[in-house]
């Protein structure tokens, strides 16, 4: 299976928007607000649907961060492939609130809670967040993490 996904950090005033998910995969860890692109719909999109939808804002002047990859194994086999397009947003309409699928909680961008968030988020989030774009790749095994690689992204003139 192939997924493309999102993911929104919001920032503000030094603190950034994480939610801490309730329900799926990846239950209970923080992580920026995000998910599945729908059929028909363009990334941007997506992603201010799954920031109204999960915490009630919508983001403004989305600013693409980069692509991560996420490889999931089972029993040797590709279980599936997450394309996950990533973005900040500086400015927002809205007051963030819970929903049944999170709850949203604002860190010190020097404060992220990296132990209770997926394992890979500590090796590109703080470039992320410090306002470098990135590309990564990381392979997991029944989704524990057994490899990766992470690119700043630089443009050439
Ligand atoms: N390893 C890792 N690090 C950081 N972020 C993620 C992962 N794996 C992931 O799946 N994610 C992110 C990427 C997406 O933003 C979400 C996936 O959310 P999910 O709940 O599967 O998507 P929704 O569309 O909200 O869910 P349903 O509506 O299908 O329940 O996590």
Redesign the pocket.
């Given at each position: 299976m192939i997924f493309i996904?999102?993911?929104v950090y919001v920032v503000r005033d030094g603190r950034v928007l994480l939610i801490r998910?309730k329900r799926?995969?990846?239950a209970g860890y923080y992580?920026?607000v995000?998910?599945?692109v729908e059929e028909g719909e363009d990334v941007v999109s997506a992603a201010v649907r799954?920031c109204r939808e999960e915490v009630g804002i919508t983001p403004k002047n989305l600013e693409w961060m980069g692509l991560l990859e996420?490889w999931n194994y089972e029993d040797g086999r590709v279980e599936s492939v997450?394309f996950?397009h990533v973005f900040l947003a500086r400015e927002f309409d809205g007051v963030p609130r819970e929903s049944d699928?999170a709850e949203p909680v604002w860190f010190g961008v020097n404060e992220v809670p990296y132990d209770n968030m997926?394992s890979?988020?500590v090796m590109w989030l703080p470039k992320v967040l410090s306002g470098k774009k990135v590309y990564a790749r990381?392979d997991f095994d029944h989704w524990r993490l057994i490899g990766g690689q992470v690119f700043e992204l630089v443009r050439s003139t």
């Open positions: 996904e999102t993911l998910k799926g995969l990846g992580n920026g995000g998910g599945k799954e996420f997450h996950v699928e997926w890979d988020d990381f």
